[in-house]
DNA sequence: TATAAAGAGGACAATTTTATCTTTTTTATT
DNA sequence: AATAAAAAAGATAAAATTGTCCTCTTTATA
């Protein structure tokens, strides 16, 4: 569904995010360990989702990356757009390149569906109220 | 959503059932033009169905690949599972090896949702149905 | 102001996926 | 029986994704 990256740097923006809610900032090392994903190429994804300006960094001691809390009310898709792009919105179940309500493939209505039910979803789910699941206790970031 | 590999397979299925209904054979290097996918890759792939007995084969002059009329009904999830294997349909949104009821990533009930409803399409899909879309001119295999 | 702690960036490496090429096996047809 | 057409199988290659390592830059703090 997702690429590993994304999957990574979603774990990753939730885990911020709840750092963020408690005015802390999240360092690399942390962050890796408590979502349980492989440091160095964490860091590259995290480095992406700073210049998509989805989380901010800050460099030297007591840095870390951070996410201002105007910011809380990003969503899934703009985590996803910015690390997969938006192929798994627009694309064609089928891989065909010009596959549109016109000159749709054999699936294409089929899955019109079930990608609008993704979209929907991703577009309306906050990273916010993610975090809160997490606060909670019904929803974890590893293992 | 699918890899490379099953969007190939499932057009290749579809078009070697078109021409299975009308007791054709349908050769590689035909499929290949025909869904437009790279031909020694495609030979591949309908090698990998060929053994998990979701087409047949028939070697020599005149061979080719095939659908046994009584395997029309084989549905979307029969192909995805010969070639992706089951991970779209069981496997955690965001890469959590033990995401279930009881210890469930921060998107697992919204995912649910989603994954039932891919699930519930891809079972009851049949490739007999796909292919009268294909005849009906409502559903092209290229481009 | 020196130091060390952090992220940024670039180069590289491993793995997986996608793709090709060559040889072998099977089989219909002559 | 010989031939040629076709798929099967194996080896290899290219590309993309995943992952690591090293150096550079920034910055808080002693």
Redesign the pocket.
Known sequence: MF??????GIRATLFIAQESKNQR???????AREIN????????I??KL??KNIIK?????????FIESNNLKIVLSDIVRAIDGDSIITGCALGLEKCSEEHPCPLHHDFAEIRSHLKHMLENTTILELTSKIDSGIGFLKI
Chains 1, 2 share one sequence.
């Open positions: 690429s590993k990256a994304c999957e990574y900032r999240a360092g690399l090392k942390t962050i994903s492989p440091e160095a190429f964490t860091a590259k995290l480095q700073v210049q960094s800050a460099k030297g001691p007591q840095g870390g990356f």
